[in-house]
């Protein structure tokens, strides 16, 4: 029975791994290169569609990042620089960025204070 069990547990890992995309903070280098030209930039404003406050992600919760970005994807979220930004990604992507963006210190070059 506690043999069962173990095999039964063993199982549902493996499953619960299949589906889990992991992020993996050192794939994300080259990925988020397109990003740093909006997000790195202290106080920068994108000028398209209209003077924008980008936001400072260095430091967001990774979860966070992923709902944005998949929010774009699905088009519940319209910005159009990001929705076509976001179309480019895939799941995998996603997360390596979330991963990336999300061990950076908020306050840090990337995300300062105001
Ligand atoms: C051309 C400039 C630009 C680029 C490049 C860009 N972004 Fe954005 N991003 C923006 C703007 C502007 C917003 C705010 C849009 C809005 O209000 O929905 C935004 C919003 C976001 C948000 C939601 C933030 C929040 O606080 O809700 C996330 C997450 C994000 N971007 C991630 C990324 C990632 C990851 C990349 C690279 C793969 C990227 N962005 C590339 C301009 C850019």
């Known amino acids: 029975m506690k043999k069962l069990l173990g095999m039964v547990l063993v199982a549902a890992a493996t499953a619960a791994q299949a589906q889990e995309v992991k992020g ?34 260095g430091g967001q919760n990774a979860r966070y990042i992923e709902n944005a970005l998949k929010d774009y994807q699905k088009g519940v979220r319209k910005h159009p620089t990001m929705r076509g930004i976001a179309a480019t990604l895939t799941d995998q992507d996603i997360a ?12 840090s070059a990337n995300n300062p204070q105001k």
């Not at 979330?98 to 210190?105: G, N, S, T």
């Open 24 to 57: 993996n903070v050192e794939a994300a280098r080259d990925k988020v290169a397109m990003c740093i030209g909006c997000h790195g930039i202290p106080g920068y404003r994108a000028s398209f569609p209209e003077v924008y406050d980008v936001p400072l992600i």
């Open 96 to 107: 390596d960025v979330a991963a990336y963006y999300a061990q950076q210190k908020p306050g």
